[in-house]
């Protein structure tokens, strides 16, 4: 496959709208598996997703020219799935499951569109919500996250020549395979790509998954991106995210209801999925809330993603907890996948290696380290933490605690409403940077 370069393309697109999403496909794949579930058994609820920047510092609407942003979500909107995709998606093996989604599910996908959006500026910053049914809104939430990511790299680099855009990529080139180096030799290493959302750029991204494909071979258990997966013959991973229980959340009627809503998730989950798909994902709320009343039947799945919490700390929590119900570790799976870093990654790596199965899903700084590459002084190339989280469910506001309460999204009321119930127990401020 001819490689494209990347600084020629940047400095050389005149095209009136050089699209950053160019399918519907280019989409982490746990939204697709979370769709099927929403659309077979939720389809009657509403969701919004708010964007949010964790990263105050930074103005957004400074940066980034509103007629741009609105061009490239109204192009998003215009997308459909095409028929190459479809007969992907239909016919391919996925987690060595074939099928994994309905005939009936599918033949809904096929006339799929983003429903609108709303957006206005205040204090420097977009305010961006995409309300309307859930099964809808749910495929917002990445395209949303990397067209403003790109569009922000796209203005940080407009005033830069074609040798400077070369230097540049360079660098980054070099600094991405000095880390790829150091994760190969790691034995055993299990990594994959989970960098969608707050990538430098698509193509940039593409790079990185074909230089980690290469870079370490079978060590590269594939990519969280629907399309990459199917332009690179790759494993498309990914399994549940915060989304569903805060949904959940949102809905109970009572506070046992809430208190109930961690779980309820995992048993509609597993109507649909098994295997190494019976990932728990235990932060939403906390932790050591989820731990303490989690049923014993949650032991007997194949592992634990701990998110927000540091990755030693976290996994040892929910070592023990597989101990206390009487599991081996040996036999369990940990995928760590939070801010991570190559140091980061092979702290936990020598930490947990011969205790636990582990798996790292490298994002940001995978996707977007560009830190110290430009050849000129700039912060506007740094990756800022960025998200787009549900913030009601029919009308109810939605909460997510975390593990780190600088992670935590919602009302102020309702946060403490929900810490009330769930306690702060295991919550640790940490600085957020990505």
């Given at each position: 496959m001819a490689k494209t370069d990347i600084a020629r393309r940047v400095y050389n697109h005149t095209w009136k709208l050089d699209p950053i999403v160019r399918s519907l496909l280019d989409t982490d794949f746990y939204k697709l598996l979370m769709l099927q579930m929403i659309w077979g058994m939720y389809s009657e609820v509403d969701a919004t997703f708010t964007l949010i920047n964790r990263t105050t510092s930074v103005r957004l609407a400074d940066e980034i020219d509103e007629g741009e942003l609105r061009e490239q979500l109204d192009h998003a909107r215009t997308l459909r799935?095409?028929?190459?995709?479809?007969?992907?998606?239909?016919?391919?093996?996925?987690?060595?499951?074939?099928?994994?989604?309905?005939?009936?599910?599918?033949a809904w996908l096929e006339d799929f569109r983003l429903p609108d959006y709303e957006l206005t500026k205040r204090d420097g910053q977009y305010e961006l919500s995409f309300p309307g049914p859930w099964m809808y809104t749910t495929l917002w939430e990445i395209p949303a996250l990397a067209i403003i990511n790109e569009l922000r790299s796209r203005a940080a680099m407009r005033s830069f020549g074609p040798f400077a855009l070369d230097v540049l990529y360079a660098r980054a080139k070099a600094k991405m395979w000095d880390k790829t180096e150091r994760l190969k030799a790691l034995p055993g290493i299990r990594i994959s790509d989970f960098g969608t959302r707050r990538r430098h750029?698509?193509?940039w991204q593409r790079w990185c998954v074909e230089a980690l494909k290469e870079g370490i071979g079978e060590a590269f258990t594939g990519t969280s991106n629907v399309l990459l997966a199917m332009d690179n013959d790759l494993e498309a991973l990914g399994t549940n995210a915060h989304e569903l229980?805060?949904?959940?959340?949102?809905?109970?009627?009572?506070?046992?209801e809430l208190r109930e809503a961690p779980y309820k998730v995992l048993q509609d989950w597993q109507r649909y999925y098994g295997g190494n798909l019976l990932i728990v994902l235990p932060d939403t709320f906390g932790t050591a809330a989820f731990l303490r009343d989690a049923p014993d039947w949650i032991a007997d799945w194949t592992g634990f993603r701990p998110d927000s919490a540091p990755p030693i700390e976290g996994g040892e929590k929910i070592l023990s907890w597989w101990r206390e119900k009487g599991k081996d570790p040996k036999q369990k799976l940990l995928i760590f996948s939070d801010g991570l870093e190559v140091e980061t990654i092979e702290e936990a790596y020598r930490h947990?290696?011969?205790?636990?199965?582990?798996?790292?899903g490298w994002g940001t700084n995978l996707t977007n380290d560009f830190e110290g590459c430009a050849p000129t002084e700039t912060k506007s190339l740094d990756a800022i933490s960025l998200v787009c989280k549900v913030s009601e469910a029919n009308g109810r506001p939605a909460v997510k605690l975390s593990d780190n309460p600088a992670k935590a999204t919602g009302d102020e009321k309702e946060i403490k409403r929900y810490l009330r119930i769930f306690g702060e127990k295991g919550r640790v401020r940490q600085l957020v940077k990505v």
């Open positions: 799935f095409s028929k190459k995709e479809m007969i992907w998606l239909g016919g391919n093996t996925f987690y060595g499951r074939k099928q994994i989604f309905e005939p009936e599910f599918l750029s698509f193509l229980p805060m949904v959940f959340g949102a809905l109970a009627n009572s506070e046992e947990f290696k011969g205790k636990v199965r582990m798996s790292f």
